[in-house]
């Protein structure tokens, strides 16, 4: 095959001095998926911003070579290297509600890339993206582009920002953890696309991801990575049935894990703390959570799943005051909660955290990890001085990071850090209620085990309650007491976990498990003959869904 793209010797620094990539080469050939995987921090991201030798702030290459069809793109000016960036060299964000401009509508974003590098014209453009948007099964494409980031789901804006990527036609995609935010119905259908796009254009790709069994439906060849260093590399299934190193042995043994999780047995529901009684919460005219019911009890997981776009969020929102409910009441400890925060009490307020989606967007750029951590425990509890910083200092370690980051910038910080930064700050509050919103899906599967030990540990330890919303099934099995599945903002099933996973009573919620990723190559595939079988060609595999945009 064809070498597209050369990395040798990368080599990247933080600004006061930490080396964060070692001298790491790679070789990618036109058509071939190279899997990058390791914790958080591993400098995964680093080295697929290095492709398009871009360092983040406070971060600089300084060393190394990076050569697109044998041109080193360190050698150009600025102009040579924003002509390349977007047209030849695409990234694609962990993090598409960072990456959009909340100004602009989605089809004005798609179309940029492509006029402005003078590739097509802007109906050309135009045409192209709603292609994509139908070829990524998103809704109405037509008029899908005239929406804003926040009009649009998670799952919707991270399929936009992959319309965006491609609308370039590119040598080389930079696929940075493209499927985190992603329900797994949702996630097949990318996957699919993106390895058609891939296989028909013989574009190459590097893919960034904490997830095996992702990481095995996509990839040719793994890279493993610790602390910025290459601890393994090899064709996948290799890296996958026989791993030659500790670290990767330890991933792999994780995602087996996950894949068998045993489910946790329903506790005592005497204690009720949350109330959820005949909740409905609109958007405009259109009813985005529809009669929702349920409850919480002291100390219990309920997780809430269900795909992009089914009312996860917004429920959880309406709990937290964010949103106000239309109709319906929502009561903590049998009290009526007002239906917006500002009417809430500072005690009703400190007792129900939430844990965000998105870090990036959630976090204040301009305020320090200690600030941000910092600022509940003196907002409800009068903390200040030096009893402050030792609180910030506590909870830091909490979440499995380095007190020293208290001086350090959002930033500054891997996307798994940041997460764990947002988790400190719920912690901060000493809740009663935390709503955890998709509060995995950012860390690698290491990592993010031991984010569940330490939310169960509380859960065991403090009675702390969680309303866990998560796309990831293992996780349910292993961390809920209840579930909760939610389709087109309805509740239509509820119950143990045990019961829901050995008995689901409804066909939804059994297509939910049949879709979670196994870590095994050829899985997908299988998956998608499967539904093209049952479904008549209606799902991913059929030829009418966006084909001729790959053609």
Known sequence: ?????????????????????????????????????????????????????????????????????GTDLRGLDAAGRRGVRGARVAYVAQSAAAAFNPAMSLLNQVCEGPVRHGLMSRAQARERAVEAFRAL?????????????????????????????????????????????????????????????IALYGTAALYISHDLAVVAQIADRII????????????????????????????????????????????????????VEDVTVSYGRRDV???????????????????SGSGKTTLAYAICGLVAARAGCISFEGAPLAPHYT????EELRRIQLVFQLP?????????????????????FGMKGPDLKVRVAELLVSVGLDPSIANRYPGQLSGGQKQRVCIARA??????????????????????????????????????????????LGTVRRVAHRV???????????????????RPGHPYFARLMASAPQMRPGWLEEVLKGRAGSQGDTSIARSGTGSHLLE
């Open 360 to 380: 990036d967007v959630a976090l204040n750029p301009r305020h320090s990890v200690g600030l941000i951590v910092g600022r509940p425990a003196a907002f409800y």
């Open 1 to 69: 095959m064809t070498q597209v793209l050369r990395i040798e010797g990368l080599r990247v620094q933080s600004a006061s001095g930490d080396v964060l990539v070692h001298d790491v080469d790679l070789e990618l050939a036109r058509g071939e998926v190279l899997g990058l995987i390791g914790e958080s921090g591993a400098g995964k991201s680093t080295i697929g911003l290095a492709a398009l030798t871009y360092a983040r702030p406070g971060c600089r290459i300084v060393g190394g070579r990076v050569l697109l069809g």
């Open 224 to 275: 493993v990575l610790r602390h910025g260093k290459i601890v393994e590399t090899g064709p996948t299934q290799a890296i996958l049935t026989s791993p030659k190193t500790e670290y990767a042995r330890a991933l792999v043994a994780e995602r087996k894990a996950a894949e068998l999780g045993v489910k946790t047995r329903e506790r005592d529901r005497a204690d009720t703390v949350l109330t």
């Open 289 to 307: 959570v529809r009669s929702a019911q349920f409850t919480i009890a002291r100390g219990e997981i309920v997780a809430v799943v269900g795909e």
């Open 137 to 197: 099964d998103l809704p109405d494409p037509h008029r899908f582009g005239e929406r804003y980031p926040h009009q649009v789901s998670g799952g919707q804006l991270q399929r936009a920002m992959a319309a965006m990527a491609i609308s370039c036609q590119p040598d080389v995609l930079v696929l940075d953890e493209p499927t985190t935010a992603l329900d797994v119905t949702t996630q097949i259908e990318v996957l699919a696309h993106l390895k058609k796009l």
């Open 484 to 502: 909760v599945v939610m389709l087109d903002g309805s509740i239509v099933a509820q119950g143990a976990v045990a019961d829901i996973f050995d």
């Open 427 to 472: 912690l901060a509050a000493k809740p009663d209620l935390i709503v955890c919103d998709e509060v995995t899906s950012a860390l690698d599967p290491l990592v993010g085990e031991e984010i569940l030990k330490l939310l169960r540990r509380l859960q065991e330890d403090l009675a702390v309650a969680y309303l866990f919303i998560t796309h990831d």
């Open 343 to 346: 009417r809430r009490t500072r």
